[in-house]
Structure formats: C-alpha cells, structure tokens
C-alpha cells in the first residue's frame, strides 16, 4: 500500500472537494468521513489493490489534515477584503459561494487580486442587461 499512499491522498482530497462542493450547492449538509473511507476501499478493491487495517486509519489523517485545509481556505475567502468588495457590488448574488467554488475547483486564487478582476469581468458579461433567472442545469442535458 505504500506506493499507493500519493494517490490515496489525491483521492482523499478529491472526494472532500466533491464534498465540499455539494454542501455549496446545498446538495449536502456536511462532509462526511464514512462516505470517503467506502468509496476509497471500494475503488481500490476494484482496482485489486491489496487493502490492509491500517487503511481506515490512513485515509482518517489525510481526511482530517485536508478537510481543516479546505475549510480554512473557504474562511479566509469570507473575510478577504476583494472579495467583500466584489460582494458589495453584487448584492443579489452569491458571490462569495461561486469565489468558494473557484477557489475548491483550484482555478483562482484570492491572494491575486487579478483572478478577482477576472470574476468581476465574468459577472458583468452574465449580468449585462439581464435578469439572473436561476435554472436547474446538468451537464448531462445537453
């Protein structure tokens, strides 16, 4: 199982981002280690990787090390001074739940205040003479 401790990680980070993910779409009301730990062992049981005892108490660390990491990066996004300006500009909008998304989908960083310049182009050409009407969407429709 060593060499497979980097991806048991990876996976572990990426089903908290999942997670994470979901609780913003109100999909889910909190992360849940179970969920992590059954589709982890499920996965590499498919993958007819050996899995031994001390699995649960391994993917427990990176759960816990990854989830105090995520949620400590969705807290400073609340309180970073661009993006409450960002939120001040857009009061209909839920601003700081789509920086939290970019932000867990790793495709900004709030530390640049660039990538808030490129959110805020973003809104504007969404909102440029329209009336935001929320519809259900899955990628699966198209």
């Known amino acids: 199982m060593s060499k497979n401790l980097f991806s048991l990680e990876t996976r572990v980070k990426n089903a908290l981002v999942k997670q994470n993910i979901e609780k913003l779409l109100g999909k889910r009301k909190q992360n849940s280690f179970e ?50 300006k960002l939120e001040e500009s857009y009061p209909n909008l839920e601003v700081i739940k789509a920086v939290q998304y970019l932000l867990l989908k790793e495709m900004i960083s709030t530390k ?30 198209l």
Request: charged residues 30%; proline residues 2%.
């Open 35 to 84: 969920k992590v730990y059954s589709t982890i062992k499920v996965g590499l049981e498919k993958s007819n990787v050996a899995v031994d005892d001390k699995l649960g108490f391994t993917i427990n660390y990176y759960y816990n090390k990854h989830k105090q990491a995520l949620l400590m990066k969705l807290i400073r996004s609340k309180k970073n001074p661009y993006v409450l």
């Open 112 to 141: 640049k205040k660039s990538d808030i310049e490129i959110i805020d182009n973003f809104i504007k050409i969404l909102t440029k003479n329209k009336t935001i009407i929320p519809n259900d969407f899955e990628v699966d429709e």
